[in-house]
């Protein structure tokens, strides 16, 4: 069986947010599955997703702090810049990133470990709200 969709994350601030409950809220499909694989596509170029430890929200400032020391804004060889001093900063960060996760299923739930999450990483400052396409296959 496949399912596709595309769901809708309200905006959020500049940074890295915990967005597995509002995934699996807006996917209530995924109940229907005793095993599979979600594919999660993010359709931008200026935020990226990743998973990782969804505990302790130090974790979430590191990140935000790591990743504007590896792509600063305004450094004076970037030509990108018509968009305001965040917009290829984001452009990198995304590419490091990257914008897709691919997650098993059991039992009609995300198969993640005990301490992982999955983020949005909003690397602009009035980034807006952002579209998610959803690909299930499985049983």
Request: glycine letters at 8%; aromatic letters at 8%.
């Amino acid at each position: 069986m496949w399912i596709q969709k595309q769901i809708y994350l309200r905006a959020h601030a500049r940074g890295f947010h915990l967005i597995t409950n509002e995934i699996v809220r807006q996917l209530p499909e995924l109940g229907n599955f005793k095993i599979g694989i979600v594919h999660i596509f993010l359709q931008h170029t200026s935020a990226a997703l990743t998973l990782n430890e969804n505990a302790d929200p130090t974790v979430r400032q590191d990140f935000e702090d790591y990743f504007n020391q590896v792509a600063p804004e305004n450094a004076p060889y970037y030509r990108h810049t018509n968009e305001g001093s965040d917009d290829l900063p984001a452009h990198l960060k995304s590419s490091l990133l990257g914008n897709s996760l691919t997650i098993p299923i059991i039992n009609g739930q995300l198969n993640m470990g005990t301490w992982q999450g999955i983020y949005l990483c909003e690397h602009r400052n009035q980034g807006g709200s952002r579209q998610l396409v959803i690909t299930v296959n499985g049983e």
